[in-house]
């Protein structure tokens, strides 16, 4: 099911090149409604030519998005976060790492960030947790978000 959402994709190099690959292959998000940095480096790029909007910088992205997706690994989520923690605000941040730690995350975003770790490593004692009172409405997509990239990192 294609949701009709709109999310900023934010990351590193790979990580975050699969799980855009991810959500144009499930057709998760429509590809105008995927928001990408070019700050985020070139591999990344690539997906202008399938409809994604490619914009000069990290908080572009974000005030485009609904949801705001950080993919990258453990060393690296930091890094990512720390630009962009001011402006998270009343959005929903997925963030999707080897390391996702809820409690980490949600000290280094805006209070009313909504957020929903996701650790990718084998063995997470709680591979998905997300803050308390979560909207219902908002489970859905990113529910289908989540299973998306994880089934691309596994396959």
Same mark, same amino acid.
């Given at each position: 099911?294609?949701?009709?959402?709109?999310?900023?994709?934010l990351g590193t190099g790979e990580v975050l090149a699969r799980a855009v690959h991810a959500l144009?292959?499930?057709?998760v998000i429509a590809?105008?409604?995927i928001f990408l940095s070019r700050k985020d480096g070139p591999a990344i790029e690539r997906f202008a030519a399938s409809g994604c909007t490619l914009l000069d910088d990290d908080m572009n992205a974000i005030m485009r998005g609904e949801i705001v997706l950080v993919a990258a690994p453990g060393d690296e989520v930091d890094a990512v976060l720390a630009p962009i923690c001011g402006c998270t605000s009343g959005r929903y941040?997925? +963030? !999707?790492?080897d390391r996702a730690d809820l409690s980490d995350?949600?000290?280094r975003v805006a209070r009313g960030t909504q957020v929903v770790a996701v650790c990718?490593?084998?063995g997470c004692k709680q591979p998905v947790t997300n803050t308390p009172g979560f909207a219902a409405y908002m489970q859905p997509p990113c529910?289908?978000?989540?299973? +998306? !990239?994880?089934a691309e990192k596994a396959e």
């Amino acid at each position: 099911m294609t949701h009709n959402i709109r999310i900023a994709c934010l990351g590193t190099g790979e990580v975050l090149a699969r799980a855009v690959h991810a959500l144009l292959e499930y057709k998760v998000i429509a590809p105008e409604n995927i928001f990408l940095s070019r700050k985020d480096g070139p591999a990344i790029e690539r997906f202008a030519a399938s409809g994604c909007t490619l914009l000069d910088d990290d908080m572009n992205a974000i005030m485009r998005g609904e949801i705001v997706l950080v993919a990258a690994p453990g060393d690296e989520v930091d890094a990512v976060l720390a630009p962009i923690c001011g402006c998270t605000s009343g959005r929903y941040l997925i +963030a !999707i790492s080897d390391r996702a730690d809820l409690s980490d995350i949600v000290n280094r975003v805006a209070r009313g960030t909504q957020v929903v770790a996701v650790c990718t490593a084998p063995g997470c004692k709680q591979p998905v947790t997300n803050t308390p009172g979560f909207a219902a409405y908002m489970q859905p997509p990113c529910e289908d978000i989540i299973r +998306a !990239i994880v089934a691309e990192k596994a396959e």
